[in-house]
């Protein structure tokens, strides 16, 4: 069973500034999908960013990056010039390839100050 | 629809009773999933529908549990004999039969609060 770890239950950061929200995974498949999502108050989860266990490139969409390290099955969430509506739960999550159920963490509260 | 619809956003029942929650896939999406969502927790997989049938039911707690999806569309995750323990938000999500591409899409989910 794939487990997946996000350490931090609480963050904040000042608006404009960066920070990293940390996730860890344990699996023994090498091809997988990770995801990270955002959760606002509204409940509804939001797909922020994904990443392909086979490509080493991390991903990036605008201000949302990754730092992928699969041999030390580490997937950390980096949000560069944080905004107010940043705030939000954020969950990490993995799904092996061909096997539509994901696991998610148990997630990391960001909240961005003013 | 546009995105995915959960019926009712909050319902209040009594212990014992029986609930249904309704979820309202985006059109064309033929995987339909239903996690659970207990307070300061991640979702946690319930089941998941390819088409009609449940591919993949192992996340269900028990056999008070039980989902349908008759037409391959709307499906109803209905609880019997409800528990404090049930109270959790329910959420609902859809993909295309393959969601490594795009992940889920996710509903707000329905609050259930068992008193």
């Known amino acids: 069973a794939q487990t997946v770890t996000q350490s931090q239950p609480e963050m904040s950061v000042q608006e404009a500034e960066t920070v990293t929200l940390s996730c860890t995974y344990d699996?023994?498949?090498?091809?997988?999908?990770l995801f990270w999502y955002k959760q606002p108050p509204s409940r509804q989860m939001i797909l922020v960013i994904r990443?392909?266990?086979?490509?080493?490139q991390n991903a990036t969409e605008n201000r949302f990056s990754v730092n992928f390290q699969k041999a030390a099955k580490s997937f950390s969430l980096k949000i560069s010039d944080s905004q107010l509506g940043d705030t939000a739960m954020y969950f990490c999550?993995?799904?092996?390839?061909?096997?539509?159920?994901?696991?998610f963490g148990a997630g990391t509260r960001l909240t961005v100050k003013p | 629809g546009a995105g995915v619809s959960q019926t009712p956003s909050n319902k209040v029942t009594e212990k014992g009773k029986y609930v249904e929650l309704r979820c309202d896939p985006i059109?064309?999406?033929?995987?339909l999933y239903w996690y659970r969502q207990s307070l300061g927790q991640g979702p946690e997989f319930l089941i998941y529908?390819?088409?009609?049938?449940?591919?993949?039911d192992s996340g269900l707690p028990n056999d008070r549990f039980f989902a349908v999806r008759p037409e391959g569309s709307v499906s109803t995750l209905k609880i019997q004999r409800t528990e404090r323990g049930d109270s959790a938000v329910y959420l609902c999500?859809?993909?295309?039969?393959?969601?490594?591409?795009?992940?889920?899409?996710f509903g707000s989910g329905t609050r259930l609060t068992v008193v």
């Open positions: 999500a859809s993909s295309p039969s393959d969601p490594a591409n795009y992940g889920y899409t």
């Open positions: 699996t023994s498949e090498n091809n997988y999908y």
């Open positions: 990443q392909e266990a086979y490509k080493q």
């Open positions: 999550a993995f799904m092996k390839l061909g096997n539509n159920d994901m696991r």
């Open positions: 059109s064309g999406h033929t995987a």
């Open positions: 529908f390819q088409g009609t049938g449940a591919a993949d």
